[in-house]
């Protein structure tokens, strides 16, 4: 008859929880299992039992087992004390003991939550331990706080100080215990009314951009403003010396004769969103200037403008005429000048002679000579978005940065875009035109031209007439987005044009050119240098592009 002597250890059931127990058996016996049966209506899927691990030593006959056991025991809503449970060994297929087990409810943590404290922006609430315990023992209490229910991300610990974001929202706080089985509960308070607000005073400055100079427009920046209720809409009222200006509500103000030597400021108001009147006011600016009027001599003369919106004359002689701040007005004369416009939206003339002129920053309008007598003029744009017309003479011209609009006039000129999307004209005689970045336009006017649309998707006009003459394209890419355009017949079809491919010496590298023939007259429009080597060759007519490829 088989025999055998148990020993089970670390056997806990309790509800919701999963563990695990170990059978170790001696005797003589062939098999060994060892089952879960349950009780009082409870099923297989409330309990389940799973050997995972067995080791068995057997000496002549005599066996040696241990068998690791897990299981997992479903919380099913039973009254404590109503449940047990048994463990069968079975030896060679018989029944050889029967061991009862009671299966232990995890039970709910007990006591309550409070919470002491004002329900304002600002305020400490504190936590209130309300005889919090367990019955299987309390081994700790972990703190964390809820905004209308949800879990408020940081705020850990027995106390939370009310934030902007909790207005207008109900504050609880939350105990989550942790019994002597391991097992956790929680336990939630009471939410409080809803937070209400304390007025944030506004933070940052109200600044004024522009120049206090006459004939200038300062602007309202209210990129330095914040208030944490709300920033409503501004309301502008604008100061001089501290007094209103009548009608000066506006986010903008031009400075006229009435306001030289005043020093201006602004008052910004706005309802926040709880309702509160704010008023912020800027800074003051510097006292406003008038602007200076100066006449050189028909000697050489150094004229400097001030902060306002100067008007300079140099006459004749190689001068020097400098804006600074404003909206300023250079008229070289006669003579080499040098003409600097500075900051603000400045017109500068050169007149004849040999100039340069520098925009500097601002939207500038720059004039080279008017006549013959001007040979040559150096025009630099500089920032900002300037119109130049070079006028005579065979003039180097320099966009600068920003969107450009420059003519090189009459002469052999060279016209260079820099950044920016520009507009490029040759005008009369053959001129080199090189946009630079951006998406240009590059117009060589009349004369044979040569173009380079530098980085980005150009534009290469023609007007269609024979005196615009055959301009050359040294770096057309239709991958890079580049188009012919057709300013010439608008009723002018694809078909009408034809692509002829030959090598020109010294053009370019090792393709051919392909010249752009429109049949009609019989005249080359363009020339692209290796164009030989494109897959496409882009013609735009009107809204319609074609490929000629």
């Given at each position: 008859m088989a025999s055998a002597t148990f020993d089970i250890s670390a056997l806990n059931l309790v509800e919701g929880r999963d563990g695990f127990f170990t059978v170790e058996a001696e005797g003589t016996y062939e098999t060994l299992s060892v089952s879960l049966l349950v009780a009082n209506g409870l099923g297989a899927a409330d309990f389940s039992l799973r050997q995972v691990s067995s080791a068995t030593v057997e000496t002549n006959g005599y066996k040696r087992e241990s068998a690791n056991y897990s299981y997992s025991a479903l919380a099913d809503g039973l009254a404590e004390g109503t449940e047990r449970a048994q463990l069968q060994v079975t030896l060679d297929g018989q029944v050889y003991d029967t061991i009862a087990l009671s299966i232990t409810d995890n039970r709910p943590a007990t006591g309550?939550?409070?919470?002491?404290?004002?329900?304002?922006?600002?305020?400490?609430?504190?936590?209130?331990?309300?005889?919090?315990?367990?019955?299987?023992?309390?081994?700790?209490?972990?703190?964390?706080?809820?905004?209308?229910?949800?879990?408020?991300?940081?705020?850990?610990?027995?106390?939370?100080?009310?934030?902007?974001?909790?207005?207008?929202?109900?504050?609880?706080?939350?105990?989550?215990?942790?019994?002597?089985?391991?097992?956790?509960?929680?336990?939630?308070?009471?939410?409080?009314?809803?937070?209400?607000?304390?007025?944030d005073s506004p933070r940052g400055a109200v600044t004024i951009q522009g120049n206090a100079a006459i004939d200038e427009t300062l602007k309202a920046d209210l990129s330095g403003l914040s208030d944490a209720d709300g920033l409503g809409t501004p309301r502008y009222q604008w100061l001089a010396d501290g007094e209103a200006i009548a009608g000066a509500t506006a986010a903008t103000?031009?400075?006229?004769?009435?306001?030289?030597?005043?020093?201006?400021?602004?008052?910004?108001?706005?309802?926040?969103?709880?309702?509160?009147?704010?008023?912020?006011?800027s800074a003051a600016t510097a006292a406003v200037a008038a602007g200076l009027t100066l006449t050189g001599t028909p000697q050489a003369d150094r004229l400097q403008g001030g902060n306002g919106g100067d008007v300079i004359s140099g006459l004749a002689g190689n001068d020097q005429l400098f804006g600074g701040n404003g909206d300023d007005r250079l008229y070289g004369g006669g003579g080499d000048d040098r003409l600097l416009g500075e900051a603000g939206d400045d017109r500068l003339e050169g007149g004849d002679g040999r100039d340069m002129l520098n925009g500097g920053d601002g939207d500038d309008m720059i004039f080279g000579g008017s006549s013959a007598a001007d040979l040559r003029d150096v025009i630099y744009g500089g920032a900002g978005n300037d119109v130049i017309d070079a006028g005579y003479g065979n003039d180097l011209i320099m966009g600068g940065a920003g969107a450009d609009s420059m003519a090189g006039g009459y002469g052999a000129d060279t016209v260079i875009g820099n950044e920016g999307a520009d507009i490029l004209t040759g005008a009369a005689f053959g001129d080199l035109l090189y946009g630079g970045d951006g998406f240009d336009f590059l117009n060589g006017g009349f004369g044979s031209d040569r173009l380079n649309g530098g980085a980005g998707p150009d534009r290469f006009y023609h007007a269609g007439v024979a005196g615009h003459g055959n301009d050359w394209i040294q770096d057309y890419a239709a991958t890079d987005g580049d188009r012919l355009v057709w300013g010439g017949d608008p009723a002018a079809t694809a078909e009408q044009f034809q692509i002829n491919l030959a090598q020109t010496a010294n053009a370019g590298g090792a393709a051919q050119e392909a010249f752009v023939i429109y049949k009609p007259t019989g005249q080359i429009i363009w020339a692209l240098v290796d164009g030989g080597a494109q897959q496409d060759i882009r013609l735009q007519i009107g809204a319609d592009v074609f490929d000629l490829a």
């Open positions: 309550a939550v409070g919470i002491a404290g004002t329900a304002a922006q600002g305020q400490l609430l504190q936590a209130q331990n309300q005889s919090l315990g367990d019955p299987e023992g309390l081994q700790s209490i972990a703190w964390s706080w809820t905004r209308d229910g949800a879990v408020i991300a940081g705020a850990q610990g027995q106390s939370y100080r009310l934030t902007q974001a909790d207005v207008g929202k109900a504050i609880a706080a939350r105990a989550t215990i942790t019994d002597n089985l391991g097992e956790t509960s929680t336990v939630t308070s009471d939410p409080t009314r809803d937070v209400t607000n304390v007025n103000l031009l400075l006229d004769e009435t306001l030289v030597s005043s020093r201006i400021s602004l008052q910004v108001a706005y309802t926040d969103g709880y309702g509160t009147q704010e008023n912020v006011t």
